[in-house]
T-cell receptor, first 114, second 114 residues
Framework: AQSVTQLDSHVSVSEGTPVLLRCNYSSSYSPSLFWYVQHPNKGLQLLLKYTSAATLVKGINGFEAEFKKSETSFHLTKPSAHMSDAAEYFCVVSLNTGGFKTIFGAGTRLFVKA | DVKVTQSSRYLVKRTGEKVFLECVQDMDHENMFWYRQDPGLGLRLIYFSYDVKMKEKGDIPEGYSVSREKKERFSLILESASTNQTSMYLC?????????????FGPGTRLTVT
């Protein structure tokens, strides 16, 4: 069965320190992997995606993620947090299983302290 | 700039009312989706449509129906609203078929059923 697990429901960092949001997936198929960000009262916006090319993917606003097949992980990182990064982040797996299926993680809320 | 718009940002309805949520996209996308978002549960797919007049049930279709008469418009219908349908509803669209295509989201409609 396919699944996505975001390992932390909440992460709190100080401004200027690194950010790590963790995501593990389970899939029998070769997945495409995405990270989306949702600011309060807004829709989801794509941060970055992995689609079987380079395993280190760079996204918008200084975020990047590394696909590690052996660990079935796709963790999101940023070297230095900014106050504007405070939001909810979703890890998403998309599969072609003969049909189209997208699975969302439960989300990680990032708090950034001044 | 790509755009997915939803007819209302906030909606308050009474139990038993018929509720229509409208979504319009201007990207000529074949796929359109309706999700509900609840704290700690991420996004759950209600219905999706891969073409005009075509629809597929998602993970939680009970109590909902959809309509897609034109390519750019996808409507979600709550036939008889109930309090457990109080939620944030998100519409999205994407290019067809390939799992590597990201989804574009609208800003969401926060529905309260009293």
């Amino acid at each position: 069965a396919q699944s996505v697990t975001q390992l932390d429901s909440h992460v709190s960092v100080s401004e200027g320190t690194p950010v790590l949001l963790r995501c593990n997936y389970s899939s029998s198929y070769s997945p495409s992997l995405f990270w989306y960000v949702q600011h309060p009262n807004k829709g989801l916006q794509l941060l970055l995606k992995y689609t079987s090319a380079a395993t280190l993917v760079k996204g918008i606003n200084g975020f990047e993620a590394e696909f590690k097949k052996s660990e079935t992980s796709f963790h999101l990182t940023k070297p230095s947090a900014h106050m504007s990064d405070a939001a909810e982040y979703f890890c998403v797996v998309s599969l072609n299983t003969g049909g189209f299926k997208t699975i969302f993680g439960a989300g990680t809320r990032l708090f950034v302290k001044a | 700039d790509v755009k997915v718009t939803q007819s209302s940002r906030y909606l308050v309805k009474r139990t038993g009312e018929k509720v229509f949520l409208e979504c319009v996209q201007d990207m000529d996308h074949e796929n359109m989706f309706w999700y509900r978002q609840d704290p700690g549960l991420g996004l759950r797919l209600i219905y999706f449509s891969y073409d005009v007049k075509m629809k597929e049930k998602g993970d939680i279709p009970e109590g909902y129906s959809v309509s897609r008469e034109k390519k750019e418009r996808f409507s979600l219908i709550l036939e008889s609203a109930s309090t457990n349908q109080t939620s944030m509803y998100l519409c999205a669209s994407s290019l067809p078929e390939r799992s590597s295509y990201e989804q574009y989201f609208g800003p969401g409609t926060r529905l309260t059923v009293t």
